[in-house]
């Protein structure tokens, strides 16, 4: 990301803060972290968060991750407490089409008996739909309220990113995790040599090994990095038009917002629906039989 | 895009939750909804029996109910008959009875006859003996004349 020392003088939308400094703040995370001294806590501007490398976390996404994941796995589990198998009311409802449309795509998805996998495929849908959703918000409101709050804490300035979604580490995360268990799952029903052999042996036979290395490797991770990549892409580049729409016109941005926002509501479900559609066919083809 | 601690932060999320909404989430979901499909596959089925069970009623109702037509029209044909005979005997009866006060009559009047025809007797025996006193005037011993009277008597 570029350097903008002026991120270090007002952040309000004053005269001296131009556009591109409000993208990049509005950009950057929230980061907990080890500084280059040793010493662990928050970066005070995006050049302490880069010192930072590998050893911080953002914990604004993973805050809102936590909480929107988890508070819908809690409100779920809440409402199926209550739940009766007599006419259910609005909210059971509403929670039973959910389960059923994530039941029935990986039923049809799913050729295998494995009963986690539609628990996962629910969890994955659910999460990234909110996780997507938070784009919709406009985008100074919470990071509005954050930079507010900010300055009690001695975190002026503070960067406040409320979209998990875009952030690439939270998509990665979520589509590695899935790479460990196609891994995982590969391995299981397959064996390790069925796995191996699958890499090594297809789809040239055993003549050709390195070749079908060479070709099957990237495949395999490519799975992942698209999947995450995908996500995060989209995401991204709504978020980025959103705060272009709104670095560039200020107050103005009310109606390009809201036409960019209608378009971005066919993206924040379909890209949830996208993530574990494949979900469920990586791990499906985890389980196929090794002739294949 | 800069890889942090964050991406494992994530990925045990991932997993916590997982695993959370596969123990503590899903099963709520799949017992209420598997216990719905039951209840509404009893529900049907008890529709379906009931929807035969009122066929068979009503099969059996248009039976029964042609049945009672059949009793019905036999009752009422046995009535009108029993009407028929009630009516000849009470005609036989009347007939008979009819017959018997007009042989009462009959004999009542024939009795009359004879009374009359006994006063009658009486009447011209004493009156042939006044004539004839009045034609011997003098009186006729009547005890003298005692056959004689009856004989004329008989012949009236």
Redesign the interface.
């Known amino acids: 990301m570029a350097e903008s020392a002026g991120l270090e003088h007002g952040l309000e939308h004053g005269a001296e803060q131009t556009v591109q400094e409000y993208i990049q703040h509005h950009l950057s995370y929230l980061?907990f972290?080890r500084h280059p001294d040793g010493h662990w806590g928050f970066a005070h501007t995006i050049e302490e968060a880069?010192e930072?490398?590998?050893?911080?976390?953002?914990v604004d996404?993973?805050a809102w991750?936590?909480l929107l994941?988890?508070g819908a796995?809690l409100f779920?589990?809440y409402i199926?407490?209550k739940?009766?198998?007599?006419v259910p009311n609005g909210v059971q409802n509403f929670?039973?089409s959910i389960?059923?449309f994530v039941d029935s795509r990986v039923q049809e998805g799913f050729d295998h008996k494995n009963?986690?996998i539609?628990?996962?495929a629910?969890?994955i849908f659910v999460?990234i739909l909110l996780m997507n959703t938070m784009d919709l918000v406009p985008v100074d409101w919470l990071p509005g309220v954050a930079a507010w709050f900010g300055v009690f804490v001695g975190q002026e300035h503070m960067s406040f990113k409320v979209v998990?979604t875009t952030?690439?580490?939270?998509t990665?995360?979520?589509s590695?995790?899935v790479f460990i268990l196609i891994i995982y799952y590969s391995i299981k029903n397959k064996g390790v040599g069925g796995f191996l052999s699958e890499l090594a042996f297809h789809p040239f036979g055993k003549w050709m090994l390195p070749f079908n290395l060479l070709i099957e490797i990237p495949t395999l991770l490519a799975k992942p990095i698209s999947l995450g990549l995908r996500l995060f892409g989209n995401l991204y580049a709504g978020e980025l038009l959103f705060l272009v729409i709104a670095g560039l016109l200020g107050l103005y941005q009310l109606p390009f917002h809201f036409i960019w926002a209608v378009f971005h509501i066919l993206v924040v479900p379909l890209q949830a629906f996208v993530f574990m559609m494949l979900t469920i066919v990586y791990l499906n083809a985890a389980h196929d039989s090794p002739q294949h | 895009m800069d890889i942090t601690l964050t991406i494992v932060g994530q990925s045990i999320a991932f997993f916590v939750f997982w695993w959370f909404c596969q123990t503590k989430v899903w099963p709520l979901f799949a017992n209420v909804l598997d216990e719905r499909k039951k209840k509404i596959a009893e529900g049907l089925d008890a529709a379906n029996r009931a929807q035969k069970d009122l066929q068979l009623a009503q099969a059996r109702s248009t039976e029964q109910l042609k049945e009672a037509k059949v009793e019905a029209a036999e009752i009422i044909e046995s009535a009108n008959r029993r009407a028929a005979q009630i009516v000849d005997e009470a005609k036989e009866q009347a007939r008979e009875e009819g017959k018997r006060i007009i042989a009462g009559a009959h004999a009542e009047i024939e009795q009359e006859i004879n009374r009359a025809r006994e006063d009658l007797r009486e009447q011209v025996a004493s009156i042939a003996i006044a004539g004839a006193e009045k034609i011997l005037e003098r009186s006729v011993d009547r005890a003298a004349n005692e056959e004689m009277l009856n004989k004329l008597a008989a012949e009236l």
């Open positions: 980061t972290g880069k930072m490398g590998f050893m911080a976390l953002h996404v993973m991750s936590l994941g988890g796995l779920f589990r199926g407490r739940a009766t198998a007599d929670v039973e389960f059923e009963p986690t539609a628990p996962l629910l969890t999460w998990p952030d690439p580490n939270v990665l995360g979520m590695f995790s």
